[in-house]
Every structure is written in structure tokens, then in C-alpha cells.
């Protein structure tokens, strides 16, 4: 069974600083582009990063970038996004997915609308306040 377990959500203050946690199970991490996603009351899901093996520099939406880092600790199974100076705008429920590299090599199912990963773990909330 896979299993994605995102962490790490909660109340910050606009410029601050937050770090999320998806920790993975039942997949073996280097077969699958990891990505981090976000959805507001209201709002259009957006694609916020991703991670692959097979593409040198992570994806960052235009909205985050600069501000947002995603890393990954493969033997811990582990994909974490550091959030910094954050915005209210930035308030949302987040969650990772994963899609196999076989479906795309890289990350550029983030720019696809409606495209939806393999697998989704349950969302963290992350709450920015002004």
C-alpha cells in the first residue's frame, strides 16, 4: 500500500518560516516525481514544486519562487519543502503526490491542468496570517 504522510503545516506570521515533511511508503522514491501542491477555499489547485531524479534543478511555480526550497533525503523516503517569507496569499491546504517517471521523465506534469498524480497523501494545513 502507498502511503504519503505530509507534516509540518501551521500558523505563521507573513515573512515567516515553515517546513513540511512528506514522508513516503510503498514506493520505491526514485521511480517518482515527487511534487508538492496547494488548494484555497475557492481556488484553482496549484502545482508549488517538484523534485525528480532525472531533472537537475526543481520546479517552482512563478509564486513561490525565491521563496520556497524543496529537498529530498531518499534512504529517509523523505521530501520537504521549506517555506520562507511567507505570505498570506500562501495560505492553503498543501499536499504531496506522486507520479512514476515512467508517466513523465520530469516535472512538467505540474504545468498540465487537471493532471493528477498516481498517488496523494492527505493534505497539512498552512495558515499565514497579515
Known amino acids: 500500500e502507498v502511503q504519503l504522510q505530509a507534516s509540518g503545516g501551521g500558523l505563521a506570521q507573513t515573512g515567516g518560516s515553515l517546513r513540511l515533511s512528506c514522508v513516503a511508503s510503498?514506493?520505491?522514491?526514485?521511480?517518482?516525481?515527487i511534487g508538492w501542491f496547494r488548494q484555497a477555499p475557492g481556488k484553482e489547485r496549484e502545482g508549488v514544486s517538484c523534485?525528480?531524479?532525472?531533472?537537475?534543478?526543481?520546479y517552482y511555480a512563478e509564486t513561490v519562487k525565491g521563496r520556497f526550497t524543496i529537498s529530498s533525503d531518499i534512504p529517509k523516503n523523505t521530501v520537504y519543502l521549506q517555506m520562507d517569507s511567507l505570505e498570506p496569499e500562501d495560505t492553503a491546504l498543501y499536499y504531496c503526490?506522486?507520479?512514476?517517471?515512467?508517466?513523465?521523465?520530469?516535472?512538467?506534469?505540474?504545468?498540465?491542468?487537471?493532471?493528477?498524480?498516481?498517488?496523494r497523501g492527505q493534505g497539512t494545513q498552512v495558515t499565514v496570517s497579515s
Open positions: 503526490a506522486a507520479d512514476s517517471i515512467l508517466n513523465m521523465p520530469t516535472c512538467e506534469a505540474m504545468g498540465v491542468p487537471g493532471y493528477e498524480y498516481d498517488y
Open positions: 510503498g514506493i520505491t522514491f526514485d521511480d517518482y516525481n
Open positions: 523534485i525528480s531524479r532525472n531533472a537537475g534543478t526543481p
